[in-house]
């Protein structure tokens, strides 16, 4: 099984600033990554896969980064509402899949 | 629009069983399949299985030991999860997720709304 760590558990940032998400695997799982940012009370929602490609909808500002086992998760400007738990997911080798602990970015 | 809707909150006892649905529409179910993901309170999402939509295959998480059954009715574009011998560790919200068969395979592009379950005596 794939273990997904992420890093920092909390970040701290202010509105407008750039916020800077990590997410290592514990072996190489290509470009198969996924990111998913989950609000209090809501179902995780899907930000960016194939490490880099934004889903529908997602707002430029979230980029993603990476390959084999080092990944990144980049929010350019921080919005009031982008301010959630971020999870990292790969889908290289599953089952099972696998998750990450998550980040949480507060104000 | 695509959706996955499931079913509501639940209370049972310890070694009782949990039977939680996903109704799936605004798209063709059995060109996809469904997973079931899990989420602990405070703790990190959890895989539990998949159903394909189309072939009605399943695969499982180890971890899961057997307890868990995943099933579909492809006439109402359902998915149901089965989950049996439960214990206070399986409180936790239930959540459907949808993924393609071949290209983005594994990736859980729509999600059902979470279903609560708790294990109380």
């Known amino acids: 099984e794939i273990v997904m760590t992420q890093s920092p558990a909390t970040l701290s940032v202010s509105p407008g600033e750039r916020a800077t998400l990590s997410c290592r695997a514990s072996q190489s799982v290509s470009s198969n990554l996924a990111w998913y940012q989950q609000k209090p009370g809501q179902a995780p929602r899907l930000l960016i896969y194939?490490?880099?490609t934004r889903a529908t909808g997602v707002p430029a500002r979230f980029s993603g980064s990476g390959s084999e086992t080092e990944f990144t998760l980049t929010i350019s400007s921080l919005q009031s509402e982008d301010f959630a738990v971020y999870y990292c997911?790969?889908?290289?080798?599953?089952?099972?899949?696998?998750f990450g602990g998550g980040t949480k970015v507060e104000i | 629009q695509v959706q996955l809707v499931q079913s509501g909150a639940e209370v049972k006892k310890p070694g009782a069983s949990v039977n939680v649905s996903c109704k799936a529409s605004?798209?063709?179910?059995?060109?996809?399949?469904i997973n079931w993901v899990r989420q602990a309170p405070g703790q990190r999402l959890e895989w539990m299985g998949w159903?394909?939509?189309?072939?009605?295959?399943?695969r499982y998480s180890q971890n899961m030991q057997g307890r868990v059954t995943i099933s579909r009715d492809t006439s109402a574009s359902i998915a149901y999860m089965e989950l049996s011998s439960l214990r206070s560790e399986d409180t936790a919200v239930y959540f459907c997720a949808r993924t393609a068969l071949v290209v983005k395979r594994g990736v859980l592009d729509v999600w059902g709304q979470g279903a609560m379950v708790t294990v109380s005596s």
């Open positions: 605004g798209y063709t179910f059995t060109n996809y399949a």
């Open positions: 997911q790969q889908y290289n080798n599953w089952p099972p899949l696998t």
């Open positions: 194939g490490a880099s």
């Open positions: 159903i394909n939509g189309g072939n009605g295959i399943t």
